[in-house]
């Protein structure tokens, strides 16, 4: 409690509520948050009829705008009028926003919540990213926090080592599991083997090398597509290429993920980089290991090695770890779930959300 024994009033501010990491962990903090302690409101510049997630227990308030820029008067009035102790927000354009609203509210603490290791992101970025002048005040936006959450040590090291970020003003919180997922009962292995993935079609995500390793397997197999994305029509062009079309199914997209990945024998992770993928915690909490490239972003963090998965550093070795796995198959479901729950349940994770809060009010 503050000082004035009063709850502390949180507002979680989301670009939308569209389907994402961000939106979804963040939606759900807020509505975990003991409510003795916290008052907690969303705050959503995005429309409310695009809103991929139900929200139960906290006031949401929503400023349907288009884009985020649309939506800054707004939330300076929503600032101003509501003075809430605590405002976080979450992803770079919005976070650019926040971090500089903060110099009109000196009395109110901004906590940042960045979602990748941004100096390695940098490298896939296509598109207008807003000219010179953004970038000069997007780059220096973290000073003006007065925390800086992330999801991974690899960030929270980019942010110090890249952008010069004082170590007492980053704090590494990892996603939390945010559903009950239900562990697999199947142990033995799918003929042919199910692989999946779960991930936007874009380039940081490597399907592209995914494709090419699949492409020199020489056992048959399934391979489960969740996402959709701009690389879409290049990716599904290789594999025809390849002569694979008939062994693979995309899902643009579905809210039965944890299904898909229960029924998947081995789980493919290709990124160049990340934040924390949720999808690699979902699939070991069912069960199904993870077989992942070297690449920053929390994977070292999250997979322990011959347990829950594998992570290694180039094609050659992916292909024979392949392989080995198609051959002998020794991963157990509630060993490989056990590595998730006892790190990233969300008593574990929200208590540190909670104390954070706590910490920057008293």
């Given at each position: 409690?503050?000082?004035?024994?009063?709850?502390?009033?949180?507002?979680?501010?989301?670009?939308?509520?569209?389907?994402?990491?961000?939106?979804?962990?963040?939606?759900?903090?807020?509505?975990?948050l003991d409510s003795n302690r916290f008052e907690a409101t969303l705050v959503i510049i995005g429309h409310e009829k695009d809103a991929a997630y139900d929200i139960k227990g906290i006031d949401v308030v929503f400023f349907n705008k288009s884009r985020v820029q649309a939506g800054v008067m707004d939330l300076f009035q929503y600032i101003r009028k509501n003075k809430p102790n605590v405002v976080v927000s979450a992803v770079g354009h919005l976070n650019?926003?926040?971090?500089?609203?903060?110099?009109?509210?000196?009395?109110?603490?901004?906590?940042?919540?960045?979602?990748?290791?941004?100096?390695?992101?940098?490298?896939?970025?296509?598109?207008?990213?807003?000219?010179?002048?953004?970038?000069?005040?997007a780059r220096h936006r973290f000073n003006r926090f007065d925390k800086i959450i992330c999801q991974s040590q690899d960030m929270l090291n980019d942010l110090n080592n890249s952008y010069n970020i004082k170590q007492d003003k980053l704090v590494v919180i990892n996603n939390p599991v945010t559903s009950d997922f239900e562990l697999k009962s199947r142990t033995e292995v799918s003929q042919p083997i199910r692989f999946i993935t779960v991930a936007r079609l874009v380039k940081q995500k490597g399907h592209a090398r995914l494709i090419e390793v699949l492409g020199k397997v020489n056992f048959p197999f399934h391979y489960t597509i969740i996402g959709d994305g701009i690389e879409k029509d290049t990716i599904?062009?290789?594999?025809?290429?390849?002569?694979?079309?008939?062994s693979v199914t995309n899902i643009p997209f579905t809210k039965e993920v944890a299904k898909y990945l229960k029924e998947s024998d081995l789980y493919l992770q290709g990124s160049f980089v990340e934040g924390f993928p949720n999808a690699i915690i979902e699939s070991c909490m069912v069960g199904t290991p993870v077989l992942a490239f070297d690449a920053p972003g929390g994977i070292n963090e999250i997979i322990y090695d011959g347990v829950n998965g594998h992570v290694v550093p180039d094609e050659a070795t992916y292909i024979q770890q392949l392989?080995?796995?198609?051959?002998?198959?020794?991963?157990?479901?509630?060993k490989v779930s056990e590595t998730i729950s006892s790190r990233y349940s969300k008593e574990i994770i929200i208590e540190k959300y909670e104390q954070l809060f706590e910490s920057l009010v008293h």
């Open positions: 409690m503050t000082k004035s024994n009063k709850k502390i009033k949180i507002s979680i501010v989301l670009a939308n509520l569209e389907a994402g990491g961000a939106e979804r962990v963040l939606s759900y903090v807020a509505q975990e650019t926003v926040t971090a500089y609203m903060s110099w009109f509210f000196p009395r109110i603490k901004f906590v940042g919540r960045e979602v990748n290791v941004l100096s390695v992101l940098a490298k896939y970025a296509s598109g207008k990213t807003g000219g010179k002048l953004y970038g000069f005040f599904f062009k290789r594999i025809e290429e390849l002569g694979f079309m008939t392989k080995n796995i198609n051959k002998s198959y020794s991963f157990v479901p509630e």
